[in-house]
């Protein structure tokens, strides 16, 4: 069953499926972490973004995957990323100067070994 989305500034997702909407940014950085079940990865859907590129961005990092496990994006027709492990974050950063725009990312755990 799917659970609740959140569209606060960042937060923290305990939750099997969810969504992560943004439209009202009054900060310039927010941070959500998403947390399965051990056992589990996680797959994130970003649907088509449509971000000023140099003003604004979102990125998505593997927590256990080490430090250059990320994906950092602005715009495009949607992107799919699959976690290592059972915690991952999405991160929104704007300039301060620039209106916040709107994104949507959809999220679900898996069993480890199962192909999403």
């Given at each position: 069953?799917?659970?609740?989305?959140?569209?606060?500034?960042?937060?923290?997702?305990?939750?099997?499926?969810?969504?992560?909407?943004?439209?009202?940014?009054?900060?310039?950085?927010?941070?959500?972490?998403?947390?399965?079940?051990?056992?589990?990865?996680?797959?994130?859907?970003?649907?088509?973004?449509?971000?000023?590129?140099?003003k604004e961005?979102?990125?998505?990092?593997?927590q256990r995957?080490?430090?250059?496990?990320?994906?950092?994006?602005?715009?495009?027709?949607?992107?799919?990323?699959?976690?290592?492990?059972?915690?991952?974050?999405?991160?929104?950063?704007?300039?301060?100067?620039?209106?916040?725009?709107?994104?949507?990312?959809?999220?679900?755990?898996?069993?480890?070994?199962?192909?999403?």
């Amino acid at each position: 069953a799917q659970n609740k989305g959140s569209d606060d500034c960042g937060g923290f997702l305990k939750n099997y499926s969810g969504w992560i909407s943004y439209y009202k940014a009054l900060t310039t950085n927010c941070v959500w972490t998403i947390e399965m079940k051990p056992g589990h990865k996680i797959i994130l859907q970003i649907l088509p973004l449509n971000l000023t590129c140099g003003k604004e961005y979102l990125e998505v990092r593997d927590q256990r995957a080490g430090p250059d496990n990320f994906l950092k994006v602005c715009g495009g027709t949607g992107f799919v990323y699959q976690s290592s492990h059972n915690v991952a974050t999405v991160k929104y950063s704007r300039d301060s100067h620039h209106p916040a725009s709107s994104f949507n990312v959809y999220f679900y755990g898996i069993p480890q070994g199962a192909k999403a």
